[in-house]
T-cell receptor, first 112, second 112 residues
Framework: GAGVSQSPSNKVTEKGKDVELRCDPI?????LYWYRQSLGQGLEFLIY????????KSGLPSDRFSAERTGGSVSTLTIQRTQQEDSAVYLC??????????FGPGTRLTVL | DAKTTQPPSMDCAEGRAANLPCNHS???????VYWYRQIHSQGPQYIIH???NNETNEMASLIITEDRKSSTLILPHATLRDTAVYYC?????????????FGKGITLSVRP
């Protein structure tokens, strides 16, 4: 079946601009996660959605970062007033409840 | 979640078994051992997980010691496509926050 998809695959933006990254989870998966991976670094947790529960935002690095999940399916990660240190690969994963997480291919964000 | 320790790198010859070790000496009774891998420029790929019994699937085998303080991921016949960073992660299966905490992983290089 279809896996997790993310769009765009690559995004180049100028410092100070806002960007939106999209994640389509596996159909029926109740949980959705966002992570990011800076060059040569490990994965860093950002935010977690589980069903209708309040999201766990404990990993968001600043208030410039926000995410929403509409209708329990698609999620959008928004970064406002992008900075060069926001450059990274942003990865989305989904799971059925707290079961195994399956990752998408990621969005490579470059802030000039 | 318990911390894991992996060697930074290892290599093996194509066609031979690759045995990737992981120490998790502070693992608790309700924590599972998960393995993911990340091939260059791709999202992490789930491989296998287990609690205390050895597990095998089409990709690999997972051997967990009786005291659960360490484990070994076995790729029985490594191919060049198995060259990747392999992450050993210890994670609670249930709970409000089931994010994965990735360390630096072990870089496996499969040589021809």
């Amino acid at each position: 079946g279809a896996g997790v998809s993310q769009s765009p695959s690559n995004k180049v933006t100028e410092k100070g601009k806002d960007v939106e990254l999209r994640c389509d989870p596996i159909s029926g998966h109740t949980a959705l996660y966002w992570y990011r991976q800076s060059l040569g670094q490990g994965l860093e947790f950002l935010i977690y959605f589980q069903g209708n529960s309040a999201p766990d935002k404990s990993g968001l690095p600043s208030d410039r970062f926000s995410a929403e999940r509409t209708g329990g399916s698609v999620s959008t990660l928004t970064i406002q007033r992008t900075q060069q240190e926001d450059s990274a690969v942003y990865l989305c994963a989904s799971s059925q409840y707290t079961d195994t997480q399956y990752f998408g291919p990621g969005t490579r964000l470059t802030v000039l | 979640d318990a911390k894991t320790t992996q060697p930074p790198s290892m290599d093996c010859a194509e066609g031979r078994a690759a045995n990737l070790p992981c120490n998790h000496s502070t693992i608790s009774g309700n924590e599972y051992v998960y393995w993911y891998r990340q091939i260059h420029s791709q999202g992490p790929q789930y491989i296998i997980h287990g609690l205390k019994n050895n597990e095998t699937n089409e990709m690999a085998s997972l051997i967990i010691t009786e005291d659960r303080k360490s484990s070994t991921l076995i790729l029985p016949h490594a191919t060049l496509r198995d060259t990747a960073v392999y992450y050993c992660i210890v994670r609670r299966y249930t709970g409000a926050n089931s994010k994965l905490t990735f360390g630096k992983g072990i870089t496996l290089s499969v040589r021809p």
